[in-house]
């Protein structure tokens, strides 16, 4: 049965994107201090390295977390299980990689328009006059409508589980039986 409040969607997403953002950015700078600042100093100016290392080292491990995790045994990450949530198909099963991948890239999308727009035409840290960006709104905009096709729809589906043909369902109880003890 599909999950009935949106909200437990939203903390689970909240708490897997906090913990993620914790170590990456942890693993980035600890690597930034362990080589003083060796790519930093190698990045310079070089704005599509800066995109490809951060795809590299935020992007793509985000990606390969929620895509393993949403279509492992479990079917959920650390936030959804926290929550009792799971991903499936349409027909309650286990979802498939390349539609945990699909899910995600239609999910996430937005987080690469978010570090394109602090990145061109200069980067938003570098710039000592930021202009208006309106990829900063995309972005906001993307995230509430998501939110908010999760509210309408008969099944709670968010955007990306409409593209993805996937539901977030409650997690399953398996009944234990106390009764019954094992003979050894």
Not at 44 to 67: A, E, H, K, N, Q
């Amino acid at each position: 049965m599909p999950d009935t409040n949106p909200f437990r969607r939203l903390l689970a997403y909240w708490i897997d994107i906090t913990l993620l953002y914790a170590v990456l950015v942890g693993v980035q700078l600890g690597f930034a201090s362990l080589t003083d600042g060796v790519v930093a100093d190698w990045l310079g100016d070089r704005l599509f390295l800066l995109w490809v290392w951060i795809f590299l080292t935020i992007s793509l491990p985000i990606w390969l977390y929620f895509i393993l995790f949403e279509s492992g045994p479990r079917q959920a990450t650390l936030g959804k299980s926290l929550l009792g949530l799971q991903v499936t198909d349409m027909a309650g099963n286990r979802l498939k990689r390349p539609r945990a991948t699909l899910r995600t890239a239609s999910k996430l999308a937005f987080f690469e328009i978010g570090h394109l727009t602090l990145l061109f035409p200069t980067p938003l840290f570098d710039d000592p006059e930021p202009s208006f960006r309106v990829g900063i709104i995309v972005v906001m905009a993307l995230m509430a409508i998501y939110f908010m096709v999760a509210l309408v729809t008969p099944r709670h589906q968010s955007l990306h589980d409409l593209v993805a043909k996937t539901l977030v369902v409650q997690r399953k109880k398996v009944p234990t039986d106390t009764t019954q003890v094992a003979n050894v």
